[in-house]
């Protein structure tokens, strides 16, 4: 079984505070994708990453950063956390490196709150 | 962008009962997967069916890739079949996914 987990469940920051949300697979998947979902809005793409060291930016990546230094980590930054970054956060995984179209695996995700 | 449409947004039934979602999608495809949100947040995969027909236990799904639209079928629904549906789909040469609204359906005993 596919297995993709983040580092909290549960998270609450202050405006401001640098943070840090962690996801690992252990699938050897080539690529990995960092999603927000909000009530309303839906689940949008922050960034994703096909390879170590290579990103590339979704849909709504502004106030958000990532680092993949190794295949099976991939990091969520947000350099300075305001409340409109309370969010879900998910983050998914899938096969690559030949045709797109793979399917799709989530962690748990992350509740994160910013007071 | 690819637009992508869910059908009904919210879905009551009483446990036993069948139910169709479905989606529709405005360009072609090279993904589609069906995913169950569970209370908890966590998506969980369906299946991944970006043309043909699927079945898993009590469901099943087709999707008419030509037509542009996928449906879910869920078979004498169980209280645990409550939550939230989604329908994705990946855009050709490319591997992101677009979600759609999702369709909210609860199961009474």
């Known amino acids: 079984d596919v297995k993709v987990t983040q580092s909290s469940r549960y998270l609450v920051k202050r405006t401001g505070e640098k943070v840090f949300l962690e996801c690992v697979q252990d699938?050897?998947?080539?690529?990995m994708f960092w999603y927000r979902q909000d009530p309303g809005l839906g689940l949008r793409l922050i960034y994703f990453?096909?390879?170590?060291?290579?990103?590339e930016k979704g849909d709504i990546p502004e106030g958000y950063s990532v680092s993949r230094e190794k295949k099976e980590r991939f990091s969520l930054i947000l350099e300075s956390a305001s409340t409109n970054q309370t969010s879900m956060y998910l983050c998914?995984?899938?096969?690559?490196?030949?045709?797109?179209?793979?399917?799709?695996?989530f962690g748990p995700g992350t509740r994160l709150t910013v007071t | 962008g690819i637009q992508v449409e869910q059908s009904p947004p919210d879905l009551i039934l009483q446990e036993g009962a069948n139910s169709t979602l479905r989606c529709n999608f405005s360009d072609s495809v090279n993904n589609l997967q069906w995913f169950h949100q569970n209370p908890w947040g966590q998506l969980i995969n369906l299946f991944y069916i970006p043309s043909g027909t699927k079945q898993n236990g009590r469901l099943s799904a087709t999707t008419v890739a030509t037509e542009r639209y996928s449906l879910l079928y869920i078979s004498s629904s169980q209280t645990t079949d409550s939550g939230v549906y989604f329908c994705a789909v990946g855009p050709w040469i490319t591997d992101k996914l677009i979600f759609g609204t999702g369709t909210r359906l609860q199961v009474f005993p």
């Open positions: 699938m050897d998947h080539e690529n």
């Open positions: 990453s096909y390879d170590v060291k290579m990103k």
């Open positions: 998914a995984s899938s096969p690559g490196g030949g045709l797109a179209g793979y399917e799709q695996y």
